[in-house]
């Protein structure tokens, strides 16, 4: 790609004006949100003065590197959660989880859930094979989705942004050469407090505020299964065998690559366990035992799953926008120009680290590529800024706002600030550890 630099002036301009045009289009005149996150892309661009090449050849680069895999898990998520619900899985799991811990403990099931399957799994992932769940609770109990969601989100993305094995504490451990067994322990022991308060702390405020209805795509899965009903619900644990199956696998690939025994099978482990593949033969087990057993023929299951691809569409196009602007404000330099300025203040080393993430993570978006660049920049712990303020330019921004079926107001009420929580809750952990160890 050309080499490209700009005047700091250029570019905090750039950034500016095109944020402030995304929030107008957005929010006052209502256009359709992916129209407004290209075009701001393209005004940052221009504006910075990036060459009109790079500007095309970074929007592809933002397209394709952003739904590379993603685009694939959520068609896969679509079809699993949608053979899931209409079999009566989703209300078998619900039921079984309001008997066992009740209406009011279920959120922090969902919670700790989120936390132990975001270690190993790709928050996506994690995120579309398990939120069907939490719309069959809510619409048992007639709550906001709010109320369920949350914690899972929560537990979802701390597991993923601050305990090994994903990918970005393993790159940031690998870069700052710090022991991986410290980030773990580290991870959890923060993690979990952050889970609690973003979680279903803030999920009782939050849904109590704003009432999110069930989605209409669940809604219309589940008037499928009330036509189809035989009676005869499928059983618990084939249920949670089918959807621990891709976590199962994913697990199952970290830990080869490890533990030297498992070292000859890890080519056979490593395919089994790319979030596609596994995503993909769960789809197809939910199929021939909940699908086919539930009295759908094969024709019905194909027309099931076929429908509930009819929302994808706008999610992926969302998502590529996000990844457009996210590659923009990445390669124009406006994040690490925001960073490096940011590492400059004279500030206790951890709240410096923090600060450095979180406004990488507001300049360019991803929370690994946040981690990573303001692992770059300084010698810290930059983990809880990564998570910290995820907006507009974030894929999980519109995944969750697509989901839930809500307008970007409301996401940046409930998922932002879920986000922020833990970021915050994670650097006062993170700077109580340093100041105990220093």
């Known amino acids: 790609m050309t080499e490209f630099v700009a005047s700091p002036e250029r570019l905090i301009i750039g950034a500016l004006l095109g944020f402030a045009v995304l929030l107008f289009l957005i929010i006052k005149l209502k256009i359709q949100p992916f129209i407004a996150i290209m075009s701001s892309a393209l005004i940052i661009g221009l504006v910075s003065g990036m060459p009109f090449s790079m500007i095309t050849d970074t929007l592809a680069e933002g397209v394709g590197n952003t739904l590379q895999t993603i685009a694939i898990l959520i068609g896969l998520g679509s079809m699993f959660g949608a053979i899931l619900q209409v079999s009566g899985g989703v209300e078998v799991i619900a039921d079984t989880l309001l008997k066992v811990f009740?209406?009011?403990?279920?959120?922090?099931?969902?919670?700790?859930?989120?936390?132990?399957?975001?270690?190993?799994?790709?928050?996506?992932?994690?995120?579309?094979?398990?939120?069907?769940v939490a719309f069959g609770i809510a619409r048992k109990t007639n709550k906001s989705v709010f109320n369920y969601s949350i914690p899972l989100l929560a537990g979802l993305a701390i597991g993923h942004a601050f305990v090994p094995p994903t990918p970005g504490p393993v790159l940031v451990a690998e870069m700052l050469g710090v022991e991986l067994s410290y980030v773990i322990i580290l991870g959890i022991v923060i993690g979990i407090p952050a889970m609690i308060l973003a979680g279903p702390v803030f999920a009782g405020f939050i849904?109590?505020?704003?009432?999110?209805?069930?989605?209409?795509?669940?809604?219309?899965?589940?008037?499928?299964?009330?036509?189809?009903?035989?009676?005869?619900?499928?059983?618990?644990?084939?249920?949670?065998?089918?959807?621990?199956?891709?976590?199962?696998?994913?697990?199952?690939?970290?830990?080869?690559?490890?533990?030297?025994?498992?070292?000859?099978?890890?080519?056979?482990?490593?395919?089994?366990?790319?979030?596609?593949?596994?995503?993909?033969?769960?789809?197809?087990?939910?199929?021939?035992?909940?699908?086919?057993?539930?009295?759908?023929?094969?024709?019905?299951?194909?027309?099931?799953?076929?429908?509930?691809l009819h929302s994808c569409g706008n999610i992926i196009l969302l998502i590529a926008g996000g990844g457009m602007l996210r590659f923009i404000l990445q390669n124009s330099g406006i994040g690490e120009l925001f960073g490096n300025f940011v590492g400059s203040l004279?500030?206790?080393?951890?709240?410096?680290?923090?600060?450095?993430?979180?406004?990488?993570?507001?300049?360019?978006?991803?929370?690994?590529?946040?981690?990573?660049?303001?692992?770059?920049?300084?010698?810290?712990?930059?983990?809880?800024?990564?998570?910290?303020?995820?907006?507009?330019?974030?894929?999980?921004?519109?995944?969750?706002?697509?989901?839930?079926?809500?307008?970007?107001?409301?996401?940046?009420?409930?998922?932002?600030?879920?986000?922020?929580?833990?970021?915050?809750?994670?650097?006062?952990?993170?700077?109580?550890?340093?100041?105990?160890?220093?």
């Open 346 to 438: 004279p500030l206790p080393m951890v709240l410096v680290a923090f600060l450095v993430a979180a406004v990488v993570r507001i300049s360019v978006g991803s929370a690994t590529v946040s981690m990573t660049m303001a692992a770059g920049i300084i010698a810290s712990m930059p983990m809880a800024g990564g998570t910290a303020f995820s907006h507009v330019n974030d894929s999980g921004f519109w995944l969750s706002k697509s989901l839930f079926e809500v307008d970007e107001k409301t996401n940046l009420k409930t998922w932002t600030a879920m986000e922020t929580i833990v970021g915050i809750v994670g650097v006062i952990g993170a700077t109580i550890v340093w100041f105990v160890v220093s």
């Open 207 to 308: 849904g109590k505020k704003i009432h999110c209805p069930v989605p209409s795509s669940y809604l219309e899965n589940e008037k499928e299964a009330e036509q189809k009903n035989t009676g005869k619900n499928p059983n618990f644990w084939l249920i949670v065998c089918i959807i621990l199956l891709p976590l199962f696998l994913i697990i199952l690939n970290t830990l080869s690559s490890v533990i030297p025994f498992m070292k000859p099978a890890q080519p056979v482990l490593e395919f089994l366990g790319t979030p596609v593949i596994a995503l993909l033969l769960s789809t197809i087990c939910a199929m021939l035992f909940l699908g086919l057993p539930g009295g759908f023929s094969v024709k019905e299951i194909t027309n099931i799953m076929t429908n509930s």
């Open 102 to 132: 009740g209406e009011k403990k279920a959120p922090w099931a969902l919670g700790i859930t989120g936390l132990i399957v975001g270690m190993p799994v790709f928050f996506e992932s994690g995120l579309l094979i398990l939120i069907p």
